[in-house]
């Protein structure tokens, strides 16, 4: 099979250039491990969470870098929705059962730290959405499908006023002008989606007058301005002209496969959208409906939670989303501008790793050997040369004329790349075990070799590399970096082993530490060690006395990292299906997400020259990523918001310069 290599470049707003940063993470407050936040809403400073089994959480924002929980509300029961007027919260949800026991719960939030029940409506089957206008509440249903219209005048006792059966189950509700606009579709089995325009002018006897289907599951809308924006899960965006509501019609749509989106947010003129497939937010420019353009999207761990999907509201510059199991994100929209794909290049087999140098990139394509591409043009990558390996290139490492390559079982091969456009094999060292990685430090090679630990090799001869020395590891050698005399090698369940390796022949450990859980990757920086672990997420070790390595910092939340490369104050990940995440390690003590790209794909290495990210991607080759001299740590609140007005007028330039070359004659 093929794989693509797809080029990125970014626009930036402040300095006017080709580069600029992606969405910005500024706070999370995390969920239990046992729930999930299904739903948001912000008013004023505070921020509303359907969490699952643990309830209604009221969380202040005031300070969106530090999330503060004020009181919550749990219930024996599923907590689906929540929308907030007036000093009320109104929850829709459920009770497991056969039959589900749906309800519609009503909660006085006057008194943040002090939430009071007041009175339910129940009724069978699963409430899924709800929209409060007026003293009614419009509830979507989804398991028997149906559009329930509550009087909820009276907080403590409400009462069905109307109701009308849909096609599928009810996912989505909005209710403007009296009409009430409902989006759904059957899950089991999964058919196409629909919108549904209601007349609920008279509540007790709603009529629908309109109708469009939707190519998949129709699952969350939003309506501005005669124009309505649905959640249509493997197949985006879609944009509906309601002008007449009695023949709605498709004017475009964004975002498409591999994405599925499940939640939808329209300000002004960008929607914002919420992909679980691979837990993103994406933020899309809507001033041209029949021409939706992706801007911006950023990392949301926890959105994956598939059928719950995740939730997004937007007041001013930030973009609060319920991250499923990772609880509540604040992320900065001050900035949408987003990598934007340039140009492609194939590559035969799975990327695995990427090595940079000058001009050109050196991909280790699995079964496909080395691959050498030209990216002195990065709109115009060109593969000039390559070179099939015996194995499964998984790592590469060039250090002037020669690429070294753990080839997994074949061990490590050793190519001439002096001349890129016919690189050649000119020695290999066929390692006991599976060569997984490999580090280059002047003559010797020194090579993570799986189950037999970690194996040193003299290279001073490339034509005939011998074993130079050897030590064995706990359990399997994955990942090694070499600094000075030290070796720091990652080991998949027995955590960092810091060796002397002074004296090749006799390498000696002199310090270990903890077990992180599974496949961890590794980068060593200045005095310290960052171990990326699936299960643990990211660890920052104090190495400066590498007899005793002390953890100074951790950073959870992460899918199934991959790798990892640390530039001054940032460490890049390569966080399989949720793309390229950026941590600001500043502060070890307290890391924390500043930005990234999910993409689609999976990527498993990331290598980082000046402003250009390269990310070995197992289902697309290689990307390249611009973000831009401007993308440093994470910026003080104020500092943030002072990029707005570049943002806003940037956007301004684009859409005059779609517009005008849209109208000029052919």
């Known amino acids: 099979m093929w794989r693509r290599l797809l080029v990125l470049c970014t626009a930036a707003p402040v300095a006017w250039s080709t580069t600029a940063s992606a969405l910005i993470t500024v706070g999370t407050i995390t969920a239990n491990p046992s729930t999930v936040a299904r739903d948001v809403q912000v008013v004023g400073n505070l921020a509303y969470v359907a969490d699952d089994s643990k309830g209604l959480r009221v969380i202040d924002v005031s300070d969106p870098t530090a999330p503060v929980e004020l009181g919550n509300l749990g219930f024996q029961s599923g907590v689906y929705d929540v929308e907030v007027v007036g000093g009320l919260a109104y929850l829709s949800g459920y009770t497991y059962g056969t039959p589900y026991a749906g309800w519609l719960r009503i909660v006085d939030v006057s008194n943040p730290t002090k939430l009071v029940?007041?009175?339910?409506?129940n009724f069978v089957g699963w409430g899924y959405a709800a929209k409060v206008v007026g003293g009614l509440a419009y509830v979507g249903e989804i398991t028997t499908g149906?559009?329930?219209?509550?009087?909820?005048?009276?907080?403590?006792?409400?009462?069905?006023?109307?109701?009308?059966?849909?096609?599928?189950?009810?996912?989505?509700?909005e209710v403007v002008g009296g009409l009430a606009y409902v989006t759904g579709y059957n899950d089991s089995p999964r058919t196409d989606g629909w919108l549904r325009i209601i007349d609920v002018s008279d509540p007790t006897a709603p009529q629908e007058i309109g109708a469009i289907d939707t190519p998949r599951g129709a699952r969350d809308v939003e309506v501005v301005g005669g124009l309505a924006y649905v959640a249509d899960g493997s197949f985006g965006v879609r944009i509906i002209d309601v002008s007449d509501s009695i023949l709605p019609m498709d004017v475009g749509d964004a975002l498409g496969a591999p994405y599925s989106v499940a939640s939808i947010e329209v300000r002004g003129d960008f929607a914002y959208a919420i992909d679980w497939a691979f837990g993103s937010l994406h933020v899309i420019d809507v001033a041209d409906p029949s021409l939706p353009v992706e801007l911006g999207t950023v990392s949301t761990p926890g959105g994956v939670s598939y059928p719950s999907g995740s939730a997004v509201d937007v007041v001013g510059n930030l973009a609060y989303v319920a991250a499923g199991t990772y609880g509540l994100r604040i992320i900065s929209v001050t900035n949408p501008a987003f990598p934007v794909p340039l140009g492609l290049l194939d590559t035969p087999d799975s990327a695995k790793d990427v090595e940079v140098s000058g001009d050109l990139a050196y991909v280790a394509d699995r079964s496909s050997g080395l691959h050498i591409i030209d990216v002195a043009e990065p709109s115009l990558p060109v593969e000039i040369g390559s070179v099939d390996t015996p194995g499964d290139a998984v790592d590469v490492e060039v250090v002037g004329d020669f690429a070294y390559v753990a080839d997994d079982a074949t061990g490590m091969r050793i190519i001439d790349v002096s001349d890129p456009t016919a690189p050649v094999g000119?020695?290999?060292?066929?390692?006991?075990?599976q060569a997984r990685d490999l580090a280059v430090k002047g003559s010797l090679v020194y090579v993570a070799d799986?189950?037999?630990g970690l194996r040193i090799i003299d290279v001073s001869d490339p034509a005939a590399p011998v074993d130079a020395g050897l030590l064995d590891m706990p359990d399997r050698a994955i990942h090694v970096r070499v600094v000075g005399t030290l070796a720091y090698v990652a080991d998949v369940n027995a955590g960092l082993h810091i060796i002397d390796v002074s004296s090749p022949?006799?390498?000696?450990?002199?310090?270990?530490?903890?077990?992180?859980?599974?496949v961890p990757?590794?980068?060593?920086?200045?005095?310290?060690?960052?171990i990326m672990a699936s299960g643990s997420g990211l660890h920052i070790i104090d190495v400066s006395n590498p007899a005793s390595p002390v953890q100074i910092g951790?950073?959870?939340?992460?899918?199934?990292?991959?790798?990892?490369?640390?530039?001054?104050?940032?460490?890049?990940?390569?966080?399989?299906?949720?793309?390229?995440?950026?941590?600001?390690?500043?502060?070890p003590a307290a890391p924390l997400e500043v930005g990234g790209v999910s993409e689609g794909g999976v990527a498993l290495g990331v290598a980082v020259v000046g402003d250009l990210t390269y990310v070995a991607n197992d289902t697309y080759g290689l990307r390249i990523l611009d973000f831009g001299p401007e993308y440093t740590a994470l910026p003080e609140p104020d500092a943030l918001y002072a990029l707005v007005s570049g943002a806003l007028t940037l956007a301004l330039l684009q859409r005059t310069k779609r517009a005008r070359t849209r109208s000029r004659p052919m």
């Open 117 to 121: 029940r007041l009175g339910v409506f």
């Open 146 to 173: 149906s559009l329930l219209i509550v009087d909820v005048s009276n907080p403590l006792l409400p009462v069905q006023v109307g109701a009308l059966d849909m096609p599928d189950g009810a996912y989505g509700v």
């Open 426 to 433: 000119v020695g290999s060292f066929n390692t006991p075990g």
């Open 450 to 452: 799986g189950a037999y």
């Open 505 to 518: 022949a006799f390498p000696v450990e002199i310090g270990a530490y903890g077990r992180f859980g599974t």
């Open 521 to 530: 990757s590794l980068a060593v920086a200045g005095d310290r060690a960052y």
């Open 554 to 587: 951790v950073l959870r939340g992460f899918h199934y990292p991959r790798g990892i490369e640390v530039i001054g104050d940032l460490a890049y990940v390569a966080d399989d299906t949720y793309g390229v995440r950026v941590i600001d390690v500043s502060n």
